[in-house]
């Protein structure tokens, strides 16, 4: 006979149950399937919730670019869409903004791994600077193919009013999000911290390249612009984002990232602050 247990979605389960589903994989230390485990947040309903709804797609590998999150779970993600024509948004400010505050040079250079020669000078420093410039594009002469910017309005800092948010896609690689003034015109340096939650990248005279495993090649450091990809969802009424980044990326300034140095957390802005609600590593 069927149990009645077996006919509710992730959306009708009572609570207690998510959390008995979501445990199953947190406490075990060792995982049958690959699968995402709770490192912070076990016992907490939206973290429960939100590890549940990802491994019911049964991920063979970590979900990167795209983590779709079942419907049945109650989390909704937004539809990003094209920025209208009619709103000023300053894309090129954007960029400014990203390469100061996100870039690592040597990711820039005429040919990136060539790193011999790098000493982090200002003139070499203006010269990468000229190139992301020159590789991105800018409003009057169009945007490379790979480069693009999405626009939503949610409250993405839950505090009662919506802003437009403004996801910044670096070809396949980095996804960035930075929130806008309530008419679009300008950064909102304050709200777009709170959901900038990778550290800066530093001065652009620092270390830029490190060895690649045990031979002689350096190779460009990850940065965030990279490599950093961010998301947002909502459940309950409430606005959340999610971001796969390093777990200790001033670790990786000297030592080659493996798979097991990447996490996934969960962040909610609120109140004027950020709180980390969630971290999950992949296990496979």
Request: glycine share 6%.
């Amino acid at each position: 006979m069927e149990s009645p247990l077996s006919r509710l979605t992730f959306g009708q389960l009572p609570p207690l149950m998510l959390i008995l589903i979501g445990a199953s994989f947190a406490i075990s230390p060792h995982v049958a399937h690959a699968a995402y485990v709770l490192e912070q947040g076990v016992g907490t309903a939206i973290c429960e919730r939100y590890t549940a709804g990802l491994n019911a797609s049964a991920p063979k590998a970590p979900l990167i670019t795209e983590r779709p999150l079942r419907a049945e779970t109650g989390l909704r993600r937004p539809v990003w869409g094209r920025i209208p024509d009619k709103m000023d948004v300053p894309t090129d400010a954007i960029i400014e903004f990203l390469w100061n505050r996100d870039a690592n040079p040597a990711w820039s250079l005429t040919v990136p791994h060539e790193s011999s020669a790098w000493r982090g000078t200002p003139a070499q420093i203006e010269i990468a600077k000229q190139n992301f410039f020159r590789q991105i594009g800018n409003t009057d002469a169009g945007y490379a193919q790979g480069v693009s910017f999405e626009l939503i309005n949610v409250d993405i800092d839950n505090d009662g009013r919506p802003e437009p948010l403004v996801r910044f896609n670096y070809y396949h690689d980095g996804k960035l999000l930075l929130v806008l003034t309530p008419d679009g015109s300008e950064i909102d340096h304050h709200k777009s911290e709170l959901v900038l939650r990778h550290p800066e990248w530093g001065a652009k005279s620092s270390p830029a390249f490190r060895k690649q495993d045990s031979d002689t090649r350096l190779r460009p450091i990850e940065d965030a612009l990279h490599d950093a990809i961010y998301d947002v969802f909502s459940y309950d009424g409430k606005h959340y984002f999610d971001l796969w980044w390093l777990e200790d990326p001033a670790r990786t300034r000297t030592e080659r990232p493996t798979d097991s140095h990447w996490r996934l957390s969960v962040f909610q802005a609120s109140g004027g602050r950020t709180t980390r609600l969630c971290r999950l590593r992949f296990e496979s």
